[in-house]
């Protein structure tokens, strides 16, 4: 891979369709597009018993480690690999294992709170919001968290109205205005198609070192002792691709 990385942030309320779009355009890029989803970076919360877990509001800001996103996205962005956690929604918990991440062209972060922090939007040189009906997002949510999240309708119910509803009114549904397109519907072709292109042309554009409609951002970086230190990019620093 060549650095700086194309990076791209998708947004948008549970159930707009924001996996499905960054699946479906890393799918037709291939290999070139690391999907950063914002969902494994939820808290560990191996110290809580799963009544406990079940309680938690995991749509406030807070339920994130935004330190180790940020550690991860910086790591990727100077070319560097990573140990991404992964997440169990059906224990609503950290699993043990790590899945290895190399860098690429392409990064997509992915998640409800994608366009929430400042230290993540700096970081996109393409922003998307992804915007679908409260209540087309809810039946979604619904079936898919029966069937794959193994939860009851009245849980699903009673989180949506207790949390998911009103964190989604004061946190996420504001941060629309910090993007740069609006995709409505999730997975709707045509937006799909061209936000494919697109990360085809910046993507030949990266490979080639031809950093043209972006800047090359400075990263923070950690060394071994914790000291934070200021790196910019440059496309020399890694020759092959
Ligand atoms: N345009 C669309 N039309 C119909 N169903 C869609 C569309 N986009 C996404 N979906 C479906 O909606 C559900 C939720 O999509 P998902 O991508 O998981 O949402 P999010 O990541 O925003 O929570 C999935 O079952 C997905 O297949
Ligand atoms: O343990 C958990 C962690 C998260 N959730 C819910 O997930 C959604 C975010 O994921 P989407 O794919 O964007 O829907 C969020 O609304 C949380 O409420 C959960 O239920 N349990």
């Not at 554009?205 to 000291?227: H, I, T």
Request: glycine share 6%; hydrophobic share 35%; aromatic share 6%.
């Amino acid at each position: 891979m060549t650095i700086p990385s194309f990076v791209i942030g998708i947004a948008g309320g549970t159930g707009a369709g924001k996996t499905t779009v960054a699946r479906e355009v890393a799918d037709s890029v291939g290999e070139a597009v690391t999907r950063v989803p914002i969902d494994n970076y939820y808290h560990d919360l191996s110290h809580l018993e799963m009544d406990e877990r079940e309680d938690v509001n995991y749509d406030h800001p807070d339920a994130f480690e935004w330190d180790l996103l940020m550690e991860h996205l910086d790591a990727l962005l100077i070319g560097q690999s990573i140990e991404m956690p992964q997440y169990d929604f059906t224990l609503h918990n950290r699993k043990d294992e790590t899945v290895h991440v190399e860098p690429s062209d392409v990064i997509v972060v992915e998640g409800i709170f994608a366009l929430y922090d400042d230290a993540v939007t700096d970081r996109c040189d393409l922003k998307v919001y992804v915007e679908t009906d409260a209540d087309v997002r809810i039946l979604r949510r619904i079936r898919r968290d029966v069937i794959e999240r193994d939860r009851d309708l009245e849980g699903v119910i009673d989180q949506y109205l207790g949390t998911v509803k009103p964190m989604h009114e004061q946190f996420v549904a504001p941060t629309k205005k910090h993007a740069d397109i609006i995709i409505p519907e999730g997975a709707n072709q045509t937006a799909v198609n061209l936000l494919t292109e697109k990360v085809e042309v910046e993507r030949s554009g990266v490979a080639q070192g031809l950093a043209s409609e972006w800047e090359r951002k400075p990263v923070e970086v950690a060394d071994a002792d914790g000291d934070r230190t200021t790196v910019t990019p440059s496309a020399d620093e890694d020759g092959e691709d």
